[in-house]
């Protein structure tokens, strides 16, 4: 059965001054690549968007290779995602939920992703802390080394079977928790997600000089 993918894209873009999914790359907007790249998703039967009704119009004219429906955001990340939840077919074992602002996601590792989380549960991109840490005190120096050897960075999608991530988010939702991120909400369920390491670049868009770094990397 079809792995339903649900794009969170009701964000503010207040770090960025300017509406960031409207961004144009190579002339599609940043909105647009992100449903794009999880449409291309072998295993993704249909897309749920949750974002304003005027941005979606604006930026996702039809056609759609797949079924793509929009749902109402939330004021929080938490209830954009359970909105969404809302709107998966009973029919889908599996959901992913991707972040609109990483345009970049490479099709075949969502797809491992969804592999993954349908034999174990629970899959995310993620990639491995390769940089020195350092703890500091509270006048910025650094006084301590932070072992790295078992650190990522999280990315999305976050994939899980369907009855799992409804289970976290009753539970989150239940008892007014705030999560970043779906691993989070799963792990206040006690459920512990598999990491997949990113094979490409998986930038988020945040900040004006993300939008130049994602063109370079389209141009190769």
């Not at 190579?26 to 897309?47: F, H, K, N, T, Y």
């Not at 979606?56 to 109402?72: E, G, I, N, S, T």
């Not at 939840?85 to 490479?106: G, K």
């Not at 999305?156 to 239940?174: G, S």
Request: glycine share 6%; hydrophobic share 50%; proline share 8%.
């Amino acid at each position: 059965m079809p792995c339903a993918a649900i794009i969170v894209a009701g964000g503010s873009s207040r770090r960025m001054g300017f509406d960031k999914l409207a961004a144009l790359l190579r002339g599609v907007p940043v909105l647009r690549r992100s449903v794009d790249a999880m449409i291309a998703c072998e295993q993704v039967g249909r897309v749920i968007v949750a974002c304003p009704a005027e941005r979606f119009d604006a930026l996702l004219q039809p056609p759609f290779d797949k079924p793509v429906l929009r749902v109402d955001p939330g004021a929080e990340r938490q209830f954009s995602v359970a909105a969404g939840l809302a709107a998966v077919d009973e029919a889908s074992p599996v959901v992913a939920v991707h972040d609109a602002a990483r345009p970049l996601v490479d099709p075949a590792a969502v797809d491992e992703c969804i592999a993954i989380a349908r034999e174990s549960g629970a899959a995310a991109l993620a990639r491995p802390v390769t940089e020195t840490l350092k703890k500091a005190d509270a006048g910025g120096f650094a006084r301590s080394s932070v072992d790295r050897s078992r650190l990522w960075f999280m990315e999305t999608p976050q994939v899980f079977r369907t009855e799992l991530l409804r289970k976290a988010y009753q539970k989150v939702l239940d008892g007014g928790l705030v999560v970043t991120d779906e691993v989070s909400a799963l792990e206040a369920i006690g459920v512990a997600t598999r990491l997949v390491p990113s094979p490409g670049p998986n930038l988020k868009i945040t900040h004006p000089p993300d939008l130049a770094l994602a063109e370079a990397l389209l141009r190769e």
